[in-house]
């Protein structure tokens, strides 16, 4: 049995585990064997450890000081699988780099000024620069509740976040398919999705092109009967034309994302109005809010002429950020030029729930029996 | 903000964070809402907060040494609301329980003998006094995991609890009606029942009576059309005869819990056999297994002629503890008399998953907006 340094936090609609890298290196065990056993993973609920049986629950953030020039903290982001006994280190999760920056100021890592104090993390999953922001008046981290955010009823402590240059970042090219639309075989419906690559990759599809309005909650169109079989062929066909993998089944269930786009409905207006209405596909289900690593590439795809995206938006608001109409709530994302590189930005709330130390049993790692 | 010291632990097959009383008492604030803030509620998610969103992993075991003769500690069981900004603290939990003996040993409060050391700990919710025996080999406790239980699919470190004399805790009496069974009114379909308070107040009704098997996992019968619904019927009159409420709609949503009883079937027997096949209702749908102090309450009944359990079980079995064939496997509990007083027992696990302090933002304690 050992005991492993931890703290547990909401970074905007997620729950993950931090842990300092260097404290999740166990001699004769591998970091995904750790985690797995720590998690409770593989079960469906996740009963006999850290992991809350979803997949907003089951995450871990592990954190190091950096040397490198211009960066202060390296940030890992582990999807643990929940009845998979399969980490997957291959994404980023917007919501969970929330905690990146009040974590590395309280361990010390980043010296706090009177103010407003940056923290420049690279995410080392996706090479992604996330520049956050974060109050620090009189030189000591504020974590008092201030902001809303849509998908968490509690008052939170804010962190803006920038992404620099976020285009490309997992296949080399902003518009991985050299085009701003594509229509996908007639296999899968023959139905003209966006590709986009920025934040993470991302398969865009009018929801009119689906069969539905798109400002469905969450649960309806999860039970809406062929839908999840169908987006899930789109967007395997999508991760091929993207160049993710070889073939549709080598896709990966995290990435890409898929988002169903529409016209704010003049009925269920937020004040002010939402500039497009988003529901986002994410580990084969609808996501209770927006993944913000999706909302950086749909961002970007509103001001690209002959994207679905722009098609539904106002040139003028795409060129400064978006609201997006999320089930949760409007989320708005802005985009800034720094010196000629485009930085797209959202912000997150965040709150420390717990931390001490986690358990980690001695082996054998897996379960018993399946239960 | 204030930090709170407290220990997340396992108890058998739910997850409960673990307090000491004197650190739950916050300055102007009532335990209730310290609780509630802490946990996330009311959210359905309980994202902000230590809750799991499910009522098996929203759950707190708040402890004291005691002074009081014959009992080692006080242990004091709370049910945390999710959707609902209220805690219930009108039953005990019989898996969180099992973390008491080792949390005690650990903190101090009982000195481990070599061998096995017993801790008599009185549950205030109930007023039930619960013997545990935990292994502490060398005077040291032992969190060695070393047994499975239905429900968990990693081994975990047993606990032996037997409830002292549980008939009536809460009625004053074995059989609250007076009677082995009951008939209920035409409007709930006339159904026959027996009303057993033992470890909890528990309503058992023969599975065929409701038109079902009594085999079905917990999913299809949550789905079985207008199944939960006739059951909540069922289980307020019977609450009513039980003379825990004056009226339907006073029953608590917690007790009594109900029970779908059956012989088990020929071509899904366990090995070796169960006695009987229990299917229970708790906070509304079907457990994933068992709840503890209704396996106390049917081990009672089938010794008890003429009511619903008892003929569907052997009376050599019942006598001495029956094998109880749930949704998650078989559970076995036992019966023993101490100086005549009845024991009613059940071995559940426990495993120690973090450790620390939780966080405990400054007020206001409730959503900002509904989310």
Known sequence: MREIAATWMRGGTSKCWVFRRDDLAVPDLSV???LLRLYGSPDARQVDGLGGGTSTTSKAVILAASQAAGVDVEY???QVGIEEAKVDWGSNCGNCSAVVAP????EGWVAPVDGETVVRVLNTNTGQLIVQKVATPGGVLSEEPTERLPGVPFLGAPVRMGFVDPAGRSTGRLLPSGRPSDVLSAAVGAVRVSLVDAGAPVVAVAAADLGVRGDE???ELDATPGLLGRLDAVRREAGVLMGLAETPEEVER???KLALVSTPHPADLDEPPADLTVRMLSMG???PAVPVTGSVALTLAGGLPGTVVHELVDDADAATGLRLGTPAGCVETFVESHDGVPVVGITRT???LAHGSVVLPD????PSVSA
């Open 217 to 219: 909650s969450p649960a």
């Open 363 to 366: 082996p054998p790692l897996l």
């Open 76 to 78: 890992t982001f582990a």
């Open 350 to 352: 965040y709150r420390r």
């Open 254 to 256: 995290a990435v890409p």
């Open 103 to 106: 974590f590395a100021i309280r």
């Open 32 to 34: 995904d064997e750790v």
């Open 285 to 287: 289900r609808f996501h």
